[in-house]
């Protein structure tokens, strides 16, 4: 069964500045890494997701993966107060088989 | 838009009853799932499906039946709920794309047993 982990469990930064969050991961063959944006009494919303080595851009968002190192980072560049919510690193592993896992999040709030 | 409806929102339920939890989707997706969210343990995945007439069991199925009588629809049974079950419950539908799937969640139902 895939483990998946993340770190910080909590983040608190300054409005403008940039948040880093980490994710690592057991299987070296997963598929896929996504990662979601969770506000209080809502349910999880895809934000960004990647399938190869290296970074992907997005807005705001970039993600940096390195299957050697089993590890995913997500950074917010400018992060804003409505930024504040729980993010979720979720894997999927290959073979046809979706099913993800999720780890249990970072919780971050940026301050104005 | 990915639309995925749960009911009810808020759930109380007495030891020993029988809880049901519906999710609807109307975004023709073929896989479904049900995860409880709980402090401490993250979204941990319960019963999924693959498409009408299919359920298979998730990482924690105990004391969890599920159901998928239509493409839109999955439920998810407590035949005799205990306190442990109180949880945050999300249903979410699945689209696959070139190499991923995109979940695409409900609002969750809040259940307290007591």
């Known amino acids: 069964q895939e483990k998946v982990q993340q770190s910080p469990e909590s983040l608190i930064v300054p409005e403008g500045a940039m948040s880093s969050l980490n994710c690592t991961f057991s299987?070296?063959?997963?598929?896929s890494i996504w990662w979601y944006q969770q506000h209080p009494g809502k349910g999880p919303e895809a934000l960004i997701?990647?399938?190869?080595?290296g970074n992907k851009k997005e807005g705001r968002l970039t993600v940096y993966l390195n299957r050697a190192s089993l590890h995913v980072s997500l950074h917010i560049r400018d992060s804003q107060p409505s930024d504040s919510a729980v993010y979720l690193c979720?894997?999927?592993?290959?073979?046809?088989?979706?099913?993800?896992?999720f780890g249990k999040g970072t919780s971050l709030v940026v301050h104005p | 838009e990915a639309a995925v409806t749960q009911s009810p929102r808020n759930k109380v339920a007495v030891t020993g009853g029988k809880v049901t939890l519906s999710c609807n989707q109307t975004n023709n997706h073929n896989n479904m799932y049900w995860y409880r969210q709980d402090t401490g343990h993250g979204l941990r995945l319960i019963h999924y499906s693959y498409g009408a007439g299919s359920t298979e069991k998730g990482d924690i199925p105990d004391g969890y039946k599920a159901s998928r009588p239509s493409q839109e629809n999955f439920s998810l049974i407590l035949e005799l709920a205990t306190p442990s079950q109180t949880s945050v419950y999300f249903c979410?539908?699945?689209?696959?794309?070139?190499?991923?799937?995109?979940?695409?969640f409900g609002s969750g139902t809040r259940l307290t047993v007591l």
């Open positions: 997701s990647i399938f190869s080595n």
């Open positions: 299987n070296s063959a997963s598929q």
């Open positions: 979410a539908s699945g689209v696959t794309g070139a190499s991923a799937e995109t979940l695409y």
């Open positions: 979720a894997v999927s592993p290959g073979g046809g088989n979706y099913k993800p896992t």
